[in-house]
């Protein structure tokens, strides 16, 4: 297969998978505002709490438009890494459906990560419109910079970190070469993420000797990073020094994940479970 003739095929699964997610507009409202409304209301009455009980206008940085901000992008964010979500890769080994991955002259992984990327552009386009409501009706300068240059930073990040994501979730995913049930690895992972990364709860709110001891794991920079991207806090020197510590756990998890697939094809049957 051409260089030109694969860079076409992994172009036409991209555009199938999201013409298919398109084609759902219903769900795609539904998840839509359902989800955003949901989690920002939450978010709201939780910190304006603190907020009040506190007595306080600023928190570790923090105002009360800061944090409904936060907490109406950080959501979004973690959403666009989730790809498929669960059961991505592991389905198909439980089904045996991976046998056609094996026997057409296709890459698993190109195919995954082109569909799951597909799965991330679609909720991409969902903060954008949501960047773009928050922008004519409630910008303020002083909660977030907003700029083409960041939005281009933002959107190469976002990329950087779903790929990055994709092979971290990858790891547990091909477990189920081994164990008839990975969901709970899933789960724990995606939570691990969540809290450590910064969606749960900002990591300026961890104690300072967590968040030195974060920096040297992956999580800071699959949302914290990609959220202080977004807010124009970013110097150009931190940017590009978080960008390479990000491409270096992408590269880490990617020979990671690689070398389990190896491995596991040994322990494939073909017949599902």
């Given amino acids: 297969m051409s260089s030109k003739s694969n860079k076409n095929w992994l172009g036409q699964v991209f555009l199938m998978e999201l013409r298919n997610l398109i084609a759902y507009r219903a769900d795609f409202w539904v998840n839509f505002f359902g989800q955003t409304f949901f989690s ?3 978010a709201y009455f939780l910190w304006a ?5 506190s007595g306080q206008t600023t928190i570790n940085g923090f105002t009360i438009q800061k944090m409904i901000f936060y907490y109406l992008m950080v959501p979004l964010i973690f959403r ?16 045996g459906n991976l046998n056609k991955f094996l026997l057409y002259p296709i890459n698993v992984y190109s195919y995954k990560l082109m569909t799951y990327l597909a799965t991330s552009s679609f909720y991409l386009l969902q903060l954008f419109l949501i960047l773009l409501i928050y922008n004519l ?10 700029s083409l240059y960041n939005l281009i930073r933002f959107s190469f990040v976002i990329v950087l970190v779903s790929i990055s994501f994709f092979y971290l979730y990858s790891i547990t995913e091909l477990l189920a070469f081994w164990f008839d049930n990975i969901w709970s690895l899933g789960v724990i992972l995606r939570f691990t993420s969540s809290f450590l990364g910064g969606a749960l709860i900002p990591l300026t709110f ?8 974060l920096q040297y794991t992956p999580f800071p920079y699959l949302i914290d990073f990609p959220m202080q991207t977004l807010q124009g806090t970013l110097s ?16 880490v998890f990617r020979f990671i ?15 599902g479970i």
């Avoid at 709490?49 to 009980?53: D, G, L, M």
């Avoid at 961890?206 to 001891?213: K, V």
Wanted: aromatic share 20%; glycine share 8%.
């Fill in 40 to 42: 920002l209301v939450v």
């Fill in 49 to 53: 709490s603190v907020f009040e009980y």
């Fill in 80 to 95: 666009i890494q989730q790809g498929h979500g669960i059961g991505f890769l592991s389905k198909e080994i439980y089904d």
């Fill in 137 to 146: 009706f409630f910008y303020d300068p002083q909660i977030y910079s907003f």
């Fill in 206 to 213: 961890f104690p300072t000797s967590a968040q030195t001891i």
């Fill in 236 to 251: 150009t020197e931190s940017f590009l020094s978080n960008a390479l510590i990000a491409t270096g756990w992408l590269l």
């Fill in 257 to 271: 994940s690689t070398l389990i697939w190896k491995q596991g094809q040994y322990k494939y049957t073909g017949i």
